[in-house]
C-alpha cells in the first residue's frame, strides 16, 4: 500500500506537497527505527537491516533535495498558485485589487490597511495573528491585469526568514466569462542551504492551504450574485 502510494506521489506536477513531505517524514521514521530496533532486541542479520535503512536514508535525502530543488532555483524561492473562476476579468480584477481588504482573505493575517499613496507606490501596513506588523509596498501597478507588493522583511517579528519577499497578483480573461486568477510569491531566504530546506518544507506543507486559501476566497467574492438595489416607493 506505501508504494502504491509513493506510486501515486510520483505522477503528481507539484512535488512540494504536503504528500511528499510525509513520505519522506515516514522513510526518515523508517531509518531511525531501523537503528533503534537492533539495540532494543536481538534482530537476526542486522546487518541486513541497517543495510536498507541506508538505502532508504539516500532516498529521503533525494526527496528532500527534491522539494528544495521544487521550491528555489539558484537561491531564490518561488511558489505560485492559480484558479480559474467564473466571472468576468473586471469583476475579478475588482475584488483581486481590493488591497486594503487582503486581511479579509489571507488567513494568516489579523489586519490589513493603506497607509499612505494609491497604485504604484502605496504602503500597506499587514499585521499577523501574532502581532507582527511589516509594511508593503506596491512595486508594480498594472490596471486591470495585474500587481505586486515587495514586503518589508526587516521588520521586527517578521514571520519568516527572508531577506527579500515579492507577492505578484494577477488576473487574465479567458473568455468573457472565465478568468484565471494567478498568485506568485518569490523570495531570498536568510542563511544557507539549511534555511532553504527548512522554508522548501514549509511552502510545501503550508503553501497549498495558505495561498490556496486566498484564491478559493477571491473565487467565492468573484463568483457570488452581484447585489441588486431596490428602491421602495
Excluded at 33 to 57: D, W, Y
Excluded at 60 to 86: H, K, T
Excluded at 175 to 200: Q, Y
Excluded at 204 to 216: C, E, N, P, S
Amino acid at each position: 500500500l506505501y508504494g502504491l502510494a509513493l506510486a501515486g506521489l510520483s505522477r503528481i506536477h507539484r512535488v512540494a506537497s504536503p504528500g511528499v513531505v510525509l513520505a519522506t517524514a515516514l522513510d526518515f521514521l523508517w531509518v531511525i527505527g531501523s537503528v533503534a530496533l537492533p539495540t532494543i532486541r536481538h534482530v537476526p542479520n542486522a546487518e541486513i537491516v541497517f543495510a536498507q535503512a541506508a538505502v532508504v536514508l539516500v532516498f529521503v535525502e533525494l526527496q528532500l533535495l527534491g522539494i528544495r530543488r521544487s521550491i528555489f532555483v539558484n537561491g531564490i524561492g518561488g511558489f505560485a498558485l492559480e484558479r480559474v473562476v467564473q466571472g468576468s476579468i473586471d469583476r475579478a480584477w475588482n475584488v483581486v485589487s481590493d488591497v486594503a481588504r487582503y486581511a479579509e482573505v489571507a488567513d494568516t493575517l489579523h489586519s490589513s490597511q493603506i497607509v499612505s499613496g494609491e497604485g504604484l507606490g502605496m504602503v500597506r501596513e499587514c499585521e499577523d495573528d501574532s502581532g507582527a506588523c511589516w509594511l508593503e509596498t506596491c512595486t508594480r501597478w498594472e490596471p486591470g491585469r495585474a500587481y505586486a507588493f515587495d514586503v518589508d522583511t526587516t521588520a521586527p517579528r517578521y514571520p519568516l526568514p527572508l531577506k527579500a519577499m515579492r507577492g505578484d497578483f494577477e488576473v487574465e480573461a479567458l473568455d468573457a466569462s472565465r478568468t484565471l486568477v494567478r498568485i506568485r510569491f518569490s523570495f531570498t531566504p536568510r542563511g544557507g542551504l539549511m534555511t532553504e530546506h527548512l522554508l522548501a518544507l514549509v511552502f510545501a506543507m503550508r503553501g497549498d492551504a495558505v495561498v490556496g486559501g486566498i484564491l478559493r476566497r477571491w473565487a467565492r467574492l468573484i463568483e457570488a450574485p452581484a447585489k441588486t438595489n431596490v428602491q421602495v416607493t
